[in-house]
């Protein structure tokens, strides 16, 4: 039997575990002509993770095949999750949920309006997630937790969708890139630039990584707090990836003690506060822009930023394969957002709009 993603091909037994097809993969692979001749270092490469779906990419996507699956499988019919108001994760989880006929009810809590953050606010509403504003993030676990224990159809979702089964996406997505490297689509990385939140998607690609046998070694670029996104946790999360998997087949080998050396988790681009833009982020925004790449600065920006200092304290050297992993969806929205008028949302959200006129 053919199997329908990377990581099932490469281990048939895990193909038991619950698993939808939610993105268009692969996503491409190419070089960063002008980066590379910029910057003067071997080679650099990005795989494009925005391009995970043409209405709202990214990297949820890759958690949620796993994600979706489960919620589907235990017959949920709603989905509770948190964020900020320019919640991606919420975003992506409200857009793509509905292809499948999930609801979405968000939990969120006030963050800078940026125009980034108003235009996934309005597609939040447009896309018909219901909208609960809370005052910290005590009032937002505890809403969440009232609401699962009256509604017997709802599922709640990690921030992130960060649990060990959404992890599982991205172990998958490092298998993915094993299949391009295989078909010498790209030369295999000796460093790979991933930005870490909420912790899944580092710690998949960690993880698949090692399993896949590949020599990458992950710069993780830390763009919430140290003490959340910290290596520990990252390492923490991949170990309990492996565990589901080898539940599933126990020939799949114990690498969690492998695993710490591969990784670097490097908080010096994140500027000190969630969501705030740094000089470097900018510097990166621009700069990537030559490559025909469109960053942001809450996540991408910063971890390009990091590719560009390390390449400059000569922390690579002259001839490293270096690939820069974008996981923000590159899709345009103004579509969505031209349909939608704010004082459409729950009255509690007007404010942000209106705090920027
Ligand atoms: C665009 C983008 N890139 C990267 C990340 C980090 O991924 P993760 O939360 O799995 O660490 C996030 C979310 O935190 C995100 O929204």
Not at 69 to 92: E, F, M, V
Not at 238 to 259: C, F, G, N, Q, Y
Not at 283 to 299: F, N, P, Q, S, T
Request: proline share 4%; aromatic share 10%; glycine share 6%.
């Amino acid at each position: 039997m053919v199997q329908e993603n990377p990581l099932f091909r490469a281990y048939p037994k895990l193909s038991s575990i619950p698993w939808i097809s939610v993105l268009n993969p692969p996503t491409p692979v190419h070089k960063m002509e002008e980066l590379t001749r910029i910057l003067d270092i071997g080679e650099i490469w990005v795989k494009r993770d925005d391009l995970t779906h043409e209405t709202y990419g990214g990297n949820k996507l890759r958690k949620y095949e796993f994600v979706f699956a489960d919620i589907l499988k235990k017959n949920k019919k709603r989905i509770l999750t948190q964020g900020s108001i320019g919640t991606n994760h919420g975003l992506a989880t409200t857009i793509h949920a509905k292809r499948f006929g999930l609801k979405t009810h968000l939990f969120l809590l006030e963050q800078e309006p940026s125009p980034n953050v108003l235009e996934n606010l309005l597609c939040h509403h447009h896309f018909g997630a219901k909208l609960s504003l809370l005052k910290n993030n005590f009032h937002r676990k505890l809403a969440v937790k009232v609401n699962l224990f009256f509604d017997r159809k709802a599922y709640s979702v990690v921030i992130g969708a960060s649990s060990p089964l959404g992890t599982l996406g991205f172990v998958n997505a490092a298998f993915e890139l094993k299949e391009q490297i295989d078909k010498k689509l790209m030369p295999e990385p000796d460093k790979i630039f991933i930005t870490v939140g909420s912790l899944a998607t580092c710690a998949g690609l960690v993880l698949g990584l090692e399993l896949a046998q590949l020599k990458s070694q992950v710069i993780g670029i830390g763009v919430t707090d140290p003490s959340w996104s910290s290596k520990e946790a990252t390492l923490d999360l991949a170990t309990k990836a492996l565990e589901i998997m080898r539940s599933k087949d126990l020939s799949i080998p114990d690498v969690s003690k492998k695993l710490s050396k591969r990784l670097i988790v490097d908080h010096a681009y994140f500027g000190g506060l969630y969501g705030k833009s740094t000089e470097e982020a900018l510097e990166a925004i621009e700069l990537a822009k030559e490559d025909g790449l469109k960053l942001e600065y809450v996540y991408t920006g910063k971890t390009l930023s990091g590719l560009i200092d390390y390449s400059r304290k000569s922390k690579i050297s002259k001839n490293e394969v270096v690939l820069y992993w974008n996981t923000k969806s590159s899709a345009d929205l103004s579509y969505y957002t031209k349909k939608t008028n704010y004082q459409d949302l729950p009255i509690k959200f007007h404010k942000f709009f209106e705090k920027v006129k």
